[in-house]
């Protein structure tokens, strides 16, 4: 089995590549190749035994996608977006990579599929950023898509293609709506968001973080390994029983900040907690009563796709992925 | 007031443009130039004071939108598609002039509000078609667009990028969701929906029309004079008032083919129903099991769109407007 990754160098990315290489198998089949790719140049995972190809190319130039696909690989991860403040600054490059890019690689196939019924298996990496205020607690899975970015613009343009490419049959789509990936490894970045992540993982590590909101903001969470999982489920599973609605609200957890801090408190005791620093920030707060506080995922949970059901699960996974297993 | 009508050859533009000829002004203020575009040579409309431009254009070409909008519009009425047999049968027409057609429509009009502050008011006209099956009745105005077409993808797709460049302030958009047009005047045509104005229109003037489904099958209608209507109040609405939800489920008349033909036993006596032939057809009756009930257009209505209340309502009005006013 063949498995290309579009923006195999991004946090889930890498991610993904690793578990394939540490599974060795996908949907029982021996995974013989990957292909990664990415802007920047992709690392090969360490101790994989099948062949791996890297490229650094930019899926929305015009010819890309035909040479991404020349290989005919079996499953194809489109993971591969401009993030959703860049996408707002930059409203063309946004569109090019995000919505023309991803049609430029959903045409790429048809047109192979047409030549000689190439028909691979697409997971595509959607948003909870294709739903924009106000919304309803829970979000029910046939709530209308109205975003409120260009991000979820694009994103939620790309499921409708997905969707479309998909009842015609050129390929085997699935889009995979990932809730907001918490704690997300590496650095404190800038994205407003980050607190989520950040008033976790610094503490963890004796480090402190500011959180700019307060504590009764709810948010739709999943951890790094739940996003990993739901892109191998949405891999394998039986498409019939998806049906025609292609694009999947993910399970995940919905918990406040408080609900945070309470299961920091528990797994890392006082001393973590009394790490993150309160600094409200009027813009971050605004932005944040925009987003989601949570979804029902009755189908995706029906289909089999699992997330956590606790903060403390969040967090011990992060111990265990991140952290070599102990504080 | 410059109002610019794209499809203007179609039975829609042709009357809009024939309504904004009587009525001679548009919020008030006083038509001085129409533009009246399509594929086809439209006509000018019969007794228009101000001037009129016709062009005959394909707006997929490159170029062709800003040319249109070279002479600044002040309202943009695009209608122009490729229907949705068409589309389904054509891959690439249909996407090369529903959404690519659009989308350069969109982007010239940033342009120009990028040069020079350009910001018209623009109409676009979508579809019940972005709903696909399985459906409540009523479907809510927050229900989710999963086409089963390509033509409905398409819409459900400009819908959503008339959102996004509205909210970034390019043009001021409204989607309007029309339902089906009944009684559509004219000749049979071939569209699987042909029949639920066939049945009406043909028997009204002593024709033999024929009935390819069950009487139990329920659509969602409204008159041409209120897909005119619509169009008309969606040009000149506070959209303060309408939000960053641009898109609207407009009202219309949820009606039974059983009821339909009640209506024109009402209006036209047995010996008109007696002209409906029964002639059942499989694929159109599986067709229509995908098609709309009704929706609740909660939304539009509050806004002031307003449609018929009966089918009676629909018979008169085309008895009115196609055939003098009676019988």
């Keep these: 089995m063949h498995i290309l990754i579009i923006g195999a160098a991004g946090m889930v990315g890498r991610k993904l590549a690793a578990r394939l290489t540490r599974d060795g198998t996908l949907g029982g089949e021996p995974v013989d190749a990957m292909t990664l790719v990415d802007v920047v140049e992709p690392e090969a995972p360490g101790g994989f035994g099948g062949r791996v190809a890297l490229e650094t190319v930019d899926l929305s130039v015009p010819g890309t996608a035909e040479t991404l696909i020349a290989g005919r690989p079996d499953v194809i991860f489109h993971l591969a977006a401009i993030v959703s403040g860049e996408a707002e600054l930059d409203f063309d490059k946004g569109y090019s990579i995000n919505l023309d890019g991803t049609r430029m690689l959903f045409d790429a196939i048809r047109k192979a599929n047409g030549e000689d019924g190439y ?15 106000p919304l309803p607690f829970p979000i029910p899975d046939d709530f209308h898509s109205t975003p409120l970015t260009s991000y979820g613009t694009q994103k939620a343009i790309c499921e409708l293609l997905l969707s479309d490419y998909s009842r015609k049959g050129f390929f085997d789509g699935i889009g995979i709506r990932l809730p907001t990936v918490c704690i997300r ?56 029983a998806v049906g025609a609605r292609r694009n999947l609200s993910m399970p995940g957890l919905s918990a406040t900040v408080g609900e945070q801090i309470e299961a920091l408190r528990r797994v890392a005791g006082e001393k973590a907690v009394r ?53």
Tied chains: 1, 2.
């Design 275 to 327: 790490l993150i620093r309160r600094e409200p920030d009027e813009m971050i707060m605004r932005i944040c009563a925009g987003w989601a506080p949570g979804f029902e995922a009755k189908r995706a949970s029906a289909l089999g796709f699992v997330a956590e059901s606790s903060f403390d699960e969040i967090i011990r996974i992060h111990i265990e992925d991140e952290l070599g297993g102990s504080l």
């Design 119 to 133: 028909r691979p298996r697409l997971v595509f990496t959607s948003s909870i950023a294709v739903v924009g205020a």
């Design 185 to 240: 490894p590496g650095k404190p970045n800038k994205a407003a968001s980050g607190f989520f992540s950040n008033i976790l993982r610094e503490p963890l590590v004796g480090e402190e973080a500011v959180l700019p909101v307060s504590e009764d903001v709810r948010h739709w969470h999943a951890s790094p390994r739940s996003a990993v999982g739901f892109l191998l489920h949405g891999a394998t599973i039986d498409l019939e």
